[in-house]
């Protein structure tokens, strides 16, 4: 184990955060949380229990309906977002450290992504300024004054996935928080110790009681979350399978959600493009956090004549790829982050193999590897957009690479899934990227790479999801839109309250 790997930097995993102190759990179970290149116990947290849901759901609730967050200004809260923000960032290399530990992310690009948290916080703080959450409108049916208030949905549940953990908290509890809702994060049992950071920071700065509230919990008891009535708004990101489950329960009781769910995303390669230059950037994004990425693009639509070169090309570009320690200065990829995901990837591999497309490279566990959860980046060739490993989401290093006769029938293959999070059209000409843009059924598309950019909206369409995180679209899942009519003018309403 790495000496970067061996002690996790949080100071009460035994603990959990509710009502702004660390209390004690219900039980004495833990989760273990391994290191997923040693196979080794790198921290041991605290097991919730349904005692556990209820303590920390009565906390929020106490914030919200009767404490002072809601009641503060926009611009009151934008300042705590600040100070959230500032000592963040001050935990940036124990965050960047737990991550990589837990999902095997390369540690220069967790380095990366911790050091920008603290601008997910002061982007929603800004929004204090900016975001019109009140407007005045004339009424038609009456009234003298109308207006268009936008408050707090209420008590939310952050349910978080195992990769890319602290941002995707920072995307959902910053809207939230700047919105005045109070939130409960309910943080994945393969990957908390970033969440704990989070409480940490949220304890120093002195953040009101109950406003943030963190838990560790397995799928069984983090059901009780969905299912409480007490709770007004699930946002969650992860499988589609429990994407679907969320989202029947919480229509059973008319629960606001978001739900950022998965994907099988498309690189459309039209007929302008270089393939060598396409594949040498498809591979090296394919490899970002091991695949284990919900928008990685892993069905690779190539012009039939252009098949072979293209598989050619991805294969001599993963043959180059180093998969090792993710710690490691010289790694290109590290290890899936669990041994349930290294099994599910494998199966998949398996079954493209019987379903009768071409394993071009990779797709075992590599040879100078006797420990980790750790696999070859993989190639499929000839894959037919009607099999499994093109149908459903891998989640690992993963590409198939299937074959059109020209680009209708191209963007047809990349619209035939249930899927629609993200795509990206390779060409030469923006005008042609543009007009194919329109075509794809997807939340994202980008033109010549793999893109994403939570500072203007990301989401899916179809069975990847509902709402939009990030950017100004993110904030409006958390805010319900009230009208008011008044008879007269009133004073001092403008500003945002």
Partial sequence: MSELATKAPVNHPDRFFIGGEWTAPSSSEKLDVIDS?????????????????????????????????????????????RRIAAEISMRASDIARISTVESGILHRHAQGSAAALGSAYEYYAGLADTFPFIERHEPRAGGKVGLLMREPVGVVAAIIPWNAAPMLTAY???????????????????????????????????????????????????ELLVRHPGV???????????????????GERIARCTLELGGKSAAVILDDYDIATAAQNIAGNAVLLTGQVCASLTRIIVPKRSHDDMVEALVASFEKIRVGNPFGPDTDMGPLAMARQRDRVESYIATGIAEGARLATGGRRPSHLNRGFYIEPTVFANVGNDQTIAREEIFGPVLSVIPATDEAEAMAI????????????????????????????SGTVGHNSFRGDFSIAFGGFKQSGIGREGGVEGLLPFLEVKTVILDAEPSGIYAPV
């Fill in 414 to 441: 990349a619209n035939d899934t249930i899927f629609g999070l993200n795509a990206s059209v390779f060409t030469n000409d923006t005008d042609r990227a543009l007009a194919a843009s329109r075509e794809l059924r």
């Fill in 232 to 250: 007004d708004k699930i946002t969650f990101t992860g499988s589609t399978a429990a994407g679907r489950k969320i989202a029947s329960i919480c």
């Fill in 37 to 81: 290149d040693s196979e080794e116990v790198f921290l041991s947290v605290a097991k919730a229990q349904a005692a556990d849901i209820e303590r920390a759901i009565a906390s929020a609730r106490r914030a919200f309906d009767n404490g002072p967050w809601p009641r503060m200004s926009h611009a009151e809260r934008a300042e705590w977002l």
């Fill in 172 to 222: 959902k509890c910053a809207p939230a928080l700047l919105a005045g809702c109070t939130v409960i994060i309910k943080a994945s049992p393969e990957a908390p110790g970033t969440s704990y950071v989070l409480a940490e920071v949220c304890e120093k700065i002195g953040l009101p009681p109950g406003v943030i509230n963190v838990l560790t919990a397995d799928r069984d008891v983090s």
